[in-house]
């Protein structure tokens, strides 16, 4: 049985940092292509989640939405299964659930339940 469980969100002023990590289990975790998405307050429907950062080829490679690039950094261990969002410089545009999402070898698509970052002073 697959699970992505996130963890590591939570209220932080502007200007403030946060570490999201999604633990995986059920799948070739290392062969996976792993992805962070989030959905900001207001949007319902699940195409509504913006794209922010993946992590390829064991880690290998990254990408980054361009609304994060430079603040945000996506890492991963693949001895625990685990994925990373190291969240930088926050603003309130920054305030969303942040899903954690998996391709694996087959193409098949899993995602987390969320974790909710707020920003706010």
């Known amino acids: 049985q697959v699970q992505l469980v996130e963890s590591g969100g939570g209220l932080v002023q502007p200007g403030g940092s946060l570490r999201l990590s999604c633990a995986a289990s059920?799948?070739?975790?290392?062969?996976?292509?792993m992805s962070w998405y989030r959905q900001a307050p207001g949007q319902e429907r699940e195409e509504e989640r913006e794209?922010?950062?993946?992590?390829?080829?064991?880690?290998?490679?990254?990408n980054y939405a361009g609304s994060v690039k430079g603040r945000f950094t996506i890492s991963r261990d693949n001895a625990k299964n685990t994925v990373y969002l190291q969240l930088t410089s926050l603003t309130p545009e920054d305030t969303a659930v942040y899903y954690c999402t998996a391709r694996d070898e087959g193409d098949r698509d899993y995602w987390g339940q969320g974790t909710q970052v707020t920003v706010s002073s």
């Open positions: 794209f922010v950062a993946s992590s390829f080829s064991g880690g290998a490679r990254t």
């Open positions: 059920g799948f070739t975790f290392s062969r996976s292509a």
